[in-house]
Every structure is written in C-alpha cells, then in structure tokens.
C-alpha cells in the first residue's frame, strides 16, 4: 500500500524519536504511581457524583497516597515497569494487572478490617472507590502502554528496508532472541517466522508467528518470503546438527547468526551486538576435544616449560593453553620481536600470569640457547619453531634447512645434555611422502628426534607430533581468503581440485599436550583430522559467510599449483600404519626404521657444508636422506634424473 507523502514523513519523524529516546525505568515506574494517584481522585469524585461529602474533603488525598503506595510496593515487587513500553508484550500486560489485583486485594482487606476494628479514619476507604480505581487504573495502565507500543509500530511498520529473519528455536531462547531482534530498530529485522525441530509445534504460532520445520530451509521458501538471515537460538543442539543447519542456510544465500551462551550476555541481558556471524569452524561442526587433564596437569605441574616459535600461532596457542596448568615457569623463545611483545601483553594483561619470561632467541644459534637451557633448566620442550611457508622455502631451501633442521638438531643435543624430561616437536603432513622443500625439512626433523631418541646413555623422550592445516594459523589460506574478500575479491585459489586437512588451533594445541604427556618415546603421533576439505569449496563458504555471492559478488579465480605443492595432503606414507591410544583422536605412527647414527651423521655433514652447496646440490642431499622425497618444482628436475640413474 503506498502511503501520502505527509504520513511517511511522520512515521519517519516519529521512528527517530523512538531511536533517540528510551524511557528509563525510574520514569516509568514514576509515571504509574502518577497514574494510580490521579485514577484514584477520579474514582473518588465519580463515586460521590462530584459532590464529596464533608467529612471526606480532608481525607480523601491522604487515602489517595495510601493506595499509591500499595499499588507501587506490589509494583516494585513484580516488576511491572522494567518492559521497554514500545514492546509490550503479554507477559508485560499480565504483570500490570498482577500489580493492579494483588494492590486493590490488600486494600479492601485493609477498609475491611479497619471497619472491624475502627482502626482510624483514614483506613475508611469505601470499597466501591477502590473497585472503581482498580477497573480504571488497570485500564489506563493497559491502554498507555498499547498505544505507545501502536504508535511504535505505526513508525517502524513500513520501513523497507527491515531484513527479514527466521529463527532457528521456537523454545525459551526463541523466544528471548525474538524480543532482543525486534526491540532495537536499528538493527532493522522483522521475524518472519521460527523453525524448530519439535513436530509438536509445527503449524503453530508464538505470538502471532508461524512456527515451521527444517523443511522450509528451501530455495523456493526462502526467495518467496525473501527471507534474508537465520538466527540460531537453540541450547541443545549437536555439533553435527548445527553444522548441517548452517550449511544448508550459508547454500541458501542467508546470512548466519549464533546466539551466545547465556553465561556471556552482558550483565544477564542479551543484546543485539552479541549477536556474531557463526564463522568457518562452526560450518566445518568440529567436535570439542576431550582430554585426560588429570595426565596432563601432573605432567606440567611445577615443571619449567620452554615454547620454541612460541609467537607463532601454534607456539602461542600453547603458552595460552599453559595459563590453565600449575607449571612454574613458561620460557617463551622466538627470533621475532614484535610478535612476542604482543604475546606477552596478552598473557600479563587478559590472564595475569607473571610466570611467562621473554626470551628472544634463534634456535639456530647454539651459544644462545645452550645460555637459556644452563640459565632456565627447562624440564619439558614444546618445540614449534620452524619456516612453514611452502613457496617461499622452495625458493630458499638453505634456510629451511638451516633453521628448520638446524635448529630442531641444536634443541634436540641441549634436550640430552641438559636432561630434559620431555621434547615435544610439532611436525606437519606436509612432511609425508613430501613434495616441498618445506615438507622434506621437517621429514628430515622428524628423523633427527627420532634419531636422538635412539641414542643411549639419556632419559630425554622424544614425542613427535603430526598434523595438518590449522584454522587461522599466520598466514594460511583462511586469513588470506578472508583479506581477499574485504578487500572486494578476487579469492585466489591454487587449483579446483586442491584438498587439505584443516584443525582449529586450540584443538591441534590439545592434543599436543594430551599426546605429549601420553608417549613414553620415540612416538609419532598422528592426529585424526576429519575428511579433507576441498579448498574450492572453502572459498565459496567464505564468501558466502560474509555475505557475498560467489562469482558473482566475489569472483574465484585459480591461479594454478605453485612449486612443492600437492594436489592432496597425507598423514601417513604408503608404507606406514597407525595403531590406537586411548584418545580416540591420537594414533601412533608404526615408522620405517633407521640408523639413526648415520641419519645424525649426512645431517651434520649437510649443516656443516651448507652454504658451499647450489640449490639443486641442497635438493639432491635432502633426496639422498628422503628417497620418497618427490619434488614438483621444474628448478629441480635434474635432481630426479640423477637419482634414477
């Protein structure tokens, strides 16, 4: 329907005033007892037909402040002003007239016993007053509080631009988001309906809106009704369901929102800011970790624990997860300074933990780091120091060499020497049958632990851990993606095909910690990461997730496999079998065996002579050590052609 020019206007008008003015609740709860007081005088003069006896001309103000006292006592004890007046619902409605009958129930107990009694004069109230004031108090309390909330409606009822939302929950918490989405029309949404699993509200409505089943959740529905967003409000709810729901809408072109938990609304009260987009580990529905803390609380307990990388995303993770444990110290060691001055702000001021110690440091450098481990005596080793960018080591495998082999090679020698109870290192996929530069190197760790681990004569146990991509890790796919699409696209994807297995970071952290209080030495764990997501895909729910349309919004643009890059990641080699812990997520690697004294001894004649060597000559030390070492970088072919003859 198409309004006058003059109306829009004054809903325009009127619709700005409800967005700047908000009655505080001391106002409305002054307004009432105004209204009480007034209704009561009114009621008085009617009864009497406006001629008041003589007898009552002294009187009649005094009982007036009687009832307006009982009626705001009964008031302030329900609660019957806190509703914000624009939105009144039943339940506001019902506690005015809670108010209004327990208040003129005392009062007419009052005048009762007062004539029973002859307390005094002013208890004389005559009870057909008080039904009078009561019938017309409630009414005028009712009446207000409909016509500002008609008034309210008649503003907002024809914007056109409102959003319109369903929401996924038709119980309690439906209901409770449902309130908090249309009580700020800033945020400009409009309900159009609730979707709950339960057939036994199906077909109904709450409040006036239809409640649906999952089935709605279609292209023809969601056009039709031009249904914009869905809101997940819902307590109990599985991983699973919650991560197909999401899916399933992110597909249908709406845009997602989680209600939090109700432990984390501000001051007991949910708002719309808290409302959040749900983000790409909720669409992957990764399930929570369960982990053996009484095994991992005892192995950290008064122990001094050193982080290598420890400004990285993994390393940090770890400090981060140490914040819950009862260790003495955490050693953080890491060569970039700027990210460790971040860190340590983040422990000392969201955890005020004085336990952790700077200790800028390149693993690399032995006199260095055999100071921190005289100095420190460190009893447990997570070391995640490591170059892990697959291109840019293609590019210089001297350096991923030296500071990924070397440097695992000086921890390693420092951990026995310094009888470290625990070395902990977090290795890659990419170290499996390995295409890269990058992915070599950290085979090549891999066999320098498991070579010192064989070595006699120390108590040192040396844990490997292996896992793939984590979710937000510096300088991974999802954070370049999500700058990509900022930035207004293109999202530039290596090839369609490409897969890779994803982790959260605090759930790859976790499970270091569980698998390195498990093993007792010379372990490679393997973690369970879930199917491969194809990283096309991933793109597309980005995109879709920050509310653009793929390819059409937001172009996808494949820019073809850089070298040392595989089409899919692996976990174990052909060779390899796993069998299982007791966490159903951690299994252990059953490896090749090796000589683990010549393994020690190409390692250090290959440090030793580095920089003397070509790139292709680093290649070919690094295909000699690895022969499944399988390199798709053209640079290096030659290198291929000599090991096979």
């Given at each position: 329907?198409?309004?006058?020019?003059?109306?829009?206007?004054?809903?325009?008008?009127?619709?700005?005033?409800?967005?700047?003015?908000?009655?505080?609740?001391?106002?409305?709860?002054?307004?009432?007892a105004s209204v009480v007081f007034f209704a009561f005088i009114v009621a008085y003069v009617l009864r009497f037909n406006f001629d008041l006896p003589e007898d009552r001309e002294h009187i009649f103000i005094y009982q007036a402040?009687?009832?307006?006292?009982?009626?705001?006592?009964?008031?302030?004890?329900?609660?019957?002003?806190?509703?914000?007046?624009?939105?009144?619902?039943?339940?506001?409605?019902?506690?005015?007239?809670?108010?209004?009958?327990?208040?003129?129930?005392?009062?007419?107990?009052?005048?009762?016993?007062?004539?029973?009694?002859?307390?005094?004069?002013?208890?004389?109230?005559?009870?057909?007053?008080?039904?009078?004031?009561?019938?017309?108090?409630?009414?005028?309390?009712?009446?207000?509080?409909?016509?500002?909330?008609?008034?309210?409606?008649?503003?907002?009822?024809?914007?056109?631009?409102?959003?319109?939302?369903?929401?996924?929950?038709?119980?309690?918490?439906?209901?409770?988001?449902?309130?908090?989405?249309?009580?700020?029309?800033?945020?400009?949404?409009?309900?159009?309906?609730?979707?709950?699993?339960?057939?036994?509200?199906?077909?109904?409505?709450?409040?006036?809106?239809?409640?649906?089943?999952?089935?709605?959740?279609?292209?023809?529905?969601?056009?039709?009704?031009?249904?914009?967003?869905?809101?997940?409000?819902?307590?109990?709810?599985?991983?699973?369901?919650?991560?197909?729901?999401?899916?399933?809408?992110?597909?249908?072109?709406?845009?997602?929102?989680?209600?939090?938990?109700?432990?984390?609304?501000?001051?007991?009260?949910?708002?719309?800011?808290?409302?959040?987009?749900?983000?790409?580990?909720?669409?992957?529905?990764?399930?929570?970790?369960?982990?053996?803390?009484?095994?991992?609380?005892?192995?950290?307990?008064?122990?001094?624990?050193?982080?290598?990388?420890?400004?990285?995303?993994?390393?940090?993770?770890?400090?981060?997860?140490?914040?819950?444990?009862?260790?003495?110290?955490?050693?953080?060691?890491?060569?970039?300074?700027?990210?460790?001055?971040?860190?340590?702000?983040?422990?000392?001021?969201?955890?005020?933990?004085?336990?952790?110690?700077?200790?800028?440091?390149?693993?690399?450098?032995?006199?260095?780091?055999?100071?921190?481990?005289?100095?420190?005596?460190?009893?447990?080793?997570?070391?995640?120091?490591?170059?892990?960018?697959?291109?840019?080591?293609?590019?210089?495998?001297?350096?991923?060499?030296?500071?990924?082999?070397?440097?695992?090679?000086?921890?390693?020698?420092?951990?026995?020497?310094?009888?470290?109870?625990?070395?902990?290192?977090?290795?890659?996929?990419?170290?499996?049958?390995?295409?890269?530069?990058?992915?070599?190197?950290?085979?090549?760790?891999?066999?320098?632990?498991?070579?010192?681990?064989?070595?006699?004569?120390?108590?040192?146990?040396?844990?490997?851990?292996?896992?793939?991509?984590?979710?937000?890790?510096?300088?991974?796919?999802?954070?370049?993606?999500?700058?990509?699409?900022?930035?207004?696209?293109?999202?530039?994807?290596?090839?369609?095909?490409?897969?890779?297995?994803?982790?959260?970071?605090?759930?790859?952290?976790?499970?270091?910690?569980?698998?390195?209080?498990?093993?007792?030495?010379?372990?490679?764990?393997?973690?369970?990461?879930?199917?491969?997501?194809?990283?096309?895909?991933?793109?597309?729910?980005?995109?879709?997730?920050?509310?653009?349309?793929?390819?059409?919004?937001?172009?996808?643009?494949?820019?073809?496999?850089?070298?040392?890059?595989?089409?899919?990641?692996?976990?174990?080699?052909?060779?390899?079998?796993?069998?299982?812990?007791?966490?159903?997520?951690?299994?252990?690697?059953?490896?090749?065996?090796?000589?683990?004294?010549?393994?020690?001894?190409?390692?250090?004649?290959?440090?030793?002579?580095?920089?003397?060597?070509?790139?292709?000559?680093?290649?070919?030390?690094?295909?000699?050590?690895?022969?499944?070492?399988?390199?798709?970088?053209?640079?290096?072919?030659?290198?291929?052609?000599?090991?096979?003859?």
């Open positions: 329907m198409v309004y006058p020019a003059w109306i829009m206007n004054m809903r325009r008008k009127t619709l700005n005033f409800f967005n700047r003015h908000s009655v505080p609740r001391w106002t409305v709860f002054l307004v009432d402040l009687i009832a307006t006292a009982v009626y705001a006592g009964f008031g302030l004890v329900f609660k019957s002003y806190s509703g914000l007046l624009r939105h009144t619902t039943l339940t506001d409605i019902t506690l005015v007239f809670v108010v209004t009958t327990c208040s003129v129930i005392v009062l007419v107990i009052l005048s009762s016993l007062n004539q029973w009694l002859r307390w005094v004069a002013i208890l004389a109230i005559p009870q057909s007053i008080l039904l009078i004031h009561y019938v017309a108090v409630s009414l005028f309390l009712f009446f207000g509080r409909i016509l500002i909330k008609l008034i309210f409606l008649f503003a907002t009822g024809t914007v056109r631009n409102k959003k319109r939302v369903l929401i996924y929950g038709a119980g309690e918490l439906g209901f409770v988001v449902k309130r908090v989405v249309l009580s700020d029309p800033r945020y400009g949404f409009h309900v159009s309906g609730f979707i709950d699993d339960d057939r036994s509200l199906q077909g109904k409505k709450i409040n006036g809106i239809n409640v649906y089943g999952p089935s709605i959740l279609s292209p023809e529905f969601i056009e039709k009704n031009k249904i914009e967003s869905l809101i997940i409000a819902i307590k109990s709810l599985s991983v699973d369901r919650k991560s197909s729901i999401i899916r399933s809408s992110v597909n249908l072109g709406l845009e997602v929102l989680d209600t939090p938990e109700v432990d984390k609304w501000v001051a007991g009260q949910l708002r719309m800011p808290q409302f959040k987009r749900v983000d790409l580990e909720d669409l992957l529905g990764r399930k929570p970790i369960k982990l053996n803390i009484g095994l991992i609380k005892k192995g950290l307990e008064d122990k001094t624990i050193l982080i290598t990388g420890a400004a990285g995303s993994i390393g940090s993770e770890i400090a981060r997860q140490m914040t819950s444990f009862q260790c003495d110290r955490v050693l953080l060691v890491d060569q970039a300074e700027t990210p460790l001055f971040y860190i340590q702000n983040e422990l000392r001021e969201k955890f005020l933990d004085i336990r952790f110690q700077i200790l800028p440091a390149d693993v690399t450098n032995a006199s260095r780091m055999e100071q921190i481990f005289s100095e420190h005596g460190p009893d447990i080793v997570f070391h995640a120091a490591a170059y892990k960018h697959v291109s840019l080591m293609e590019e210089n495998p001297h350096e991923a060499i030296r500071v990924n082999v070397g440097g695992t090679k000086v921890m390693t020698d420092l951990a026995i020497k310094y009888e470290v109870e625990k070395f902990v290192m977090i290795s890659t996929d990419k170290s499996v049958n390995p295409s890269s530069v990058m992915g070599a190197s950290k085979r090549l760790c891999e066999k320098v632990v498991q070579a010192s681990a064989r070595k006699e004569g120390h108590n040192t146990q040396f844990i490997i851990t292996r896992f793939g991509n984590v979710i937000g890790s510096n300088g991974s796919v999802i954070p370049i993606f999500s700058r990509q699409i900022e930035n207004g696209g293109p999202v530039t994807v290596t090839h369609p095909e490409v897969y890779r297995y994803f982790m959260t970071i605090p759930e790859a952290c976790q499970l270091v910690l569980e698998a390195g209080f498990m093993g007792q030495g010379g372990e490679i764990f393997v973690f369970d990461m879930g199917q491969q997501v194809k990283i096309a895909d991933l793109a597309r729910a980005m995109i879709k997730l920050s509310g653009f349309i793929p390819d059409k919004d937001i172009q996808i643009v494949y820019t073809g496999l850089r070298p040392g890059e595989k089409l899919y990641e692996e976990l174990l080699t052909d060779s390899e079998k796993t069998i299982p812990t007791h966490h159903e997520k951690i299994k252990i690697a059953q490896v090749e065996e090796i000589d683990g004294e010549i393994v020690l001894e190409h390692i250090d004649w290959l440090l030793r002579d580095l920089y003397t060597l070509c790139s292709c000559e680093v290649v070919q030390a690094i295909k000699d050590l690895i022969p499944e070492y399988q390199t798709t970088n053209g640079k290096f072919r030659e290198v291929h052609s000599k090991s096979h003859k």
